[in-house]
């Protein structure tokens, strides 16, 4: 079965402090895995997408890598924000499921002031 | 860009009623998503378009749930008769026509479903 696990599901951490959140898929033949941002009653928004090929993608003060062989891909926010405060989500296309995201239950951080 | 719209935001309805969600894709996108998101169960794909043609709507949870896509530009999920356990967040989301398993899916802003 192919699935997508972010641990943890919550991580509360003072403001300025780096950011770690890990996901992990069970299946190294992938298309790409998209990480989303949730903020409370809103939509998905798209934060960072990293094609099977490719180790690691940046953006501004995010930054995140991939690795198929061990299942895994890390999500870096810098000095953290209040604003950081959302649900990130991980989402992985899988080869075997062409068009089909594959999500993770997410990990909810909120960034105290 | 105006991004994925969708319409209503908030939509309370009693049960057995008819229930019609809208959504506008990003021009262009020619690949359309239903999601549903729930507590218990997290982010489902309901059904599936390219190219307006349903590809893939085995997550379609009952034959209440019915989706149309009459044109490019417009798709609707509509349920008839709604029940309370249908309360969740519906999202609709769109991906560009060219490589689109290489390219990134864009989310509306979901319309969050009551039934009572």
């Known amino acids: 079965k192919q699935e997508v696990t972010q641990i943890p599901a919550a991580l509360s951490v003072p403001e300025g402090e780096n950011l770690?959140?890990?996901?992990?898929?069970?299946?190294?033949?992938?298309?790409?895995?998209?990480w989303f941002r949730q903020d409370?009653?809103?939509?998905?928004?798209?934060?960072?997408?990293?094609?099977?090929?490719?180790?690691?993608?940046?953006?501004g003060r995010?930054?995140?890598?991939?690795?198929k062989s061990s299942g895994r891909s890390t999500l870096y926010i810098a000095a953290s924000q209040p604003g950081d405060s959302a649900t990130y989500l991980c989402a992985v296309r899988y080869r075997s499921n062409d068009y089909k995201l594959s999500f993770g239950a997410g990990t909810t951080v909120t960034v105290r002031a | 860009d105006a991004g994925v719209i969708q319409s209503p935001r908030h939509e309370?309805?009693?049960?057995?009623?008819?229930?019609?969600l809208r959504c506008k894709p990003i021009s262009g996108h020619n690949s359309l998503f239903w999601y549903r998101q729930t507590m218990m169960r997290?982010?489902?794909?309901?059904?599936?378009?390219?190219?307006?043609?349903?590809?893939?709507?085995s997550g379609m949870p009952e034959d209440r749930f019915s989706a149309k896509m009459p044109n490019a530009s417009f798709s609707t999920l509509k349920i008839q008769p709604s029940e309370p356990r249908d309360s969740a967040v519906y999202f609709c989301a769109s991906s560009p026509r060219q490589g689109a398993l290489y390219s990134p899916l864009h989310f509306g802003n979901g319309t969050r479903l009551t039934v009572t």
């Not at chain 1, 809103?42 to 934060?47: E, H, I, P």
């Not at chain 2, 309370?12 to 019609?20: A, F, H, K, R, W």
């Not at chain 2, 997290?42 to 709507?57: A, K, Q």
């Open chain 1, 20 to 34: 770690v959140l890990n996901c992990s898929f069970t299946d190294s033949a992938i298309y790409n895995l998209q």
């Open chain 1, 40 to 59: 409370p009653g809103k939509g998905l928004t798209s934060l960072l997408l990293i094609q099977s090929s490719q180790r690691e993608q940046t953006s």
């Open chain 1, 62 to 67: 995010l930054n995140a890598s991939l690795d």
């Open chain 2, 12 to 20: 309370v309805t009693e049960m057995g009623q008819e229930v019609t």
């Open chain 2, 42 to 57: 997290g982010l489902e794909l309901l059904i599936y378009f390219n190219n307006n043609v349903p590809i893939d709507d």
